[in-house]
T-cell receptor
C-alpha cells in the first residue's frame, strides 16, 4: 500500500464550486505539505503543517484553506474554485529532510 | 528569498553521461535536494547535499559548492527510463526550513 495517498486523483469542477482534496499518510510523520504544480513553474508551496495544531501559509495560499484533522490527515479546500486554480496538486510528508509525495490530484476548473 | 536556476530542457543519448546544473542564491543555506519526477507522477527523492563535495549513489551523483551557489546532478550510463524532470530544491535558513523548488529540467534520453 502507498505511504501517502490522495483523493480524488482527478476532478473536474465548475467555477464557484467548493472542493476538498484529501491526503492521508501512514508514515507517522508530523510534517505535511500541500503544493501545486503548473507547467513551467515547478512546485509551489500552498500550506504546511508541522503538527496537528500547527497551520502555516506558504508562498501561494490565497484562495485556499487547509485542515489538519489528525497526524495522518491533511485536507486542502478551495472555497470558490476559479479557472486559474487548474493544476496538479501534491501532498507531501517529511520527518526531517527528505519529502515523500503523494500521487497527485489533477484538478480542472471550468 | 531564494532564486534557483536550472536549464529547462536537455537531451542525451542512451548509455551516455549527462550533467544537470543548478545555481542558487539564498539567504543562508541549509541543504540542497534533487528529485526525479516522471511525467504525471510524484517527485521521488534522489539526493541531499549539505556539505561541499560529491555524493555518489549508483548511477547518480550529486555535487555541491556552497561558495559558488552551485550544484549538479550527474547521471551515468543513461537509460531510457531516466527520461524525466529533475527538480533542484534549496533549503535556506529560517524557522520553517522548507525547501524551495526550482522549475525543473526535463531530460529526454533517446536511443
Amino acid at each position: 500500500d502507498a505511504d501517502v495517498t490522495q483523493t480524488p486523483r482527478n476532478r473536474i469542477t465548475k467555477t464557484g464550486k467548493r472542493i476538498m482534496l484529501e491526503c492521508s499518510q501512514t508514515k507517522g510523520h508530523d510534517r505535511m505539505y500541500w503544493y501545486r504544480q503548473d507547467p513551467g513553474l515547478g512546485l509551489r508551496l500552498i500550506y504546511y503543517s508541522f503538527d496537528v495544531k500547527d497551520i502555516n501559509k506558504g508562498e501561494i495560499s490565497d484562495g485556499y484553506s487547509v485542515s489538519r484533522q489528525a497526524q495522518a490527515k491533511f485536507s486542502l479546500s478551495l472555497e470558490s474554485a476559479i479557472p486559474n486554480q487548474t493544476a496538479l496538486y501534491f501532498c507531501a510528508t517529511s520527518e526531517a529532510d527528505e519529502q515523500y509525495f503523494g500521487p497527485g490530484t489533477r484538478l480542472t476548473v471550468t | 528569498g531564494q532564486n534557483i536556476d536550472q536549464p529547462t530542457e536537455m537531451t542525451a543519448t542512451e548509455g551516455a553521461i549527462v550533467q544537470i546544473n543548478c545555481t542558487y542564491q539564498t539567504s543562508g543555506f541549509n541543504g540542497l535536494f534533487w528529485y526525479q519526477q516522471h511525467a504525471g507522477e510524484a517527485p521521488t527523492f534522489l539526493s541531499y547535499n549539505v556539505l561541499d563535495g560529491l555524493e555518489e549513489k549508483g548511477r547518480f551523483s550529486s555535487f555541491l559548492s556552497r561558495s559558488k551557489g552551485y550544484s549538479y546532478l550527474l547521471l551515468k550510463e543513461l537509460q531510457m527510463k531516466d527520461s524525466a524532470s529533475y527538480l533542484c530544491a534549496v533549503r535556506g535558513q529560517g524557522g520553517s526550513y522548507i525547501p524551495t523548488f526550482g522549475r525543473g529540467t526535463s531530460l529526454i534520453v533517446h536511443p
